[in-house]
């Protein structure tokens, strides 16, 4: 597993982006995955270009861009791909609509699988690929509902996130992983108690080591960004930013692996 550690820059919606990557920079992570609701709006691409740039200067890597597209209303894709494209992002996440895979009707169905053929095409001629959001209230809130929508839109640009649904034992953590492996590029990475009370990451350790052993063993490329720290707290997230590099380092049975800065 060539993987990338990153955050999501979501976890620190009040910050600035240059607050953001000297947070980053503190650690040994090494990439950023931008959100396009507050620290990179759609379409607006000289704050993309601008973000992409404070970035890489700091060295530190893109990771993706964290769209809203298929959540939020009236959001246009070409917006998202032009600041994604600013921004230097290879990724897009997106969401496959906002209703579960049993409540969504044929049409729904049709209709986010037409719509993601075509804004494959368009993010593929722009060098990008499309993953999808691992979420509840959505046609991928479950593995077997994530598959089927990737293998109905069956276009090679078109990929999946995945993050241990909340309150779902590790045997089917476990399962569901592997069954998305074959177009898995990105992960988010936290730990909730079952009811979704915050965690220090090191106590999800049996966990997460065995998800990133098993990313190794399938050479899965990609980044596991953390998301989701005990009360928002920069403090909080410099910790679990080091389990998450020791962990890499261990899986990898070398140090050095993950670039620190």
């Not at 240059?18 to 992570?29: D, P």
């Not at 994604?84 to 049993?102: C, D, E, F, N, T």
């Not at 049409?107 to 499309?130: F, L």
Request: some cysteine.
């Amino acid at each position: 597993m060539a993987c990338l550690a990153g955050l999501v820059s979501i976890t620190f919606r009040k910050l600035t982006p240059a607050e953001i990557i000297g947070l980053v920079k503190q650690t040994s992570l090494a990439g950023i995955e931008w959100g396009g609701d507050i620290h990179v709006p759609h379409g607006d691409v000289q704050r993309a270009a601008e973000v992409g740039k404070m970035t890489r200067e700091a060295g530190l890597v893109v990771s993706a861009y964290g769209s809203y597209y298929g959540e939020m209303d009236g959001l246009v894709f070409d917006r998202v791909l032009d600041s994604a494209v600013a921004l230097g992002a290879p990724v897009i996440r997106i969401w496959a609509g906002r209703k579960g895979s049993v409540a969504a009707g044929s049409e729904d169905w049709t209709r986010i699988v037409e719509d993601t053929r075509q804004i494959a095409e368009a993010a593929a001629a722009a060098g990008r690929q499309i993953a999808f959001e691992f979420h509840g209230s959505s046609l991928t809130d479950t593995p077997e509902s994530c598959i089927r929508l990737l293998q109905a839109v069956n276009h090679p640009a078109v990929f999946t996130y995945w993050q241990p649904p909340v309150g779902a034992g590790f045997e089917d953590c476990m399962k569901g992983l592997k069954m998305v492996l074959p177009r898995l590029n990105r992960v988010h990475v936290f730990h909730l108690e079952p009811g979704g009370t915050r965690q220090p990451l090191a106590c999800g350790a049996k966990r997460w080591l065995s998800y990133l052993r098993l990313l190794r063993s399938a050479s899965v490329e990609g980044c596991a960004s953390l998301e989701f720290v005990r009360d928002d707290s920069p403090q909080a997230f410099l910790e679990d930013a080091q389990t998450l590099a020791d962990w890499i380092d261990e899986i990898n049975n070398r140090k050095g692996t993950i670039p620190r800065n």
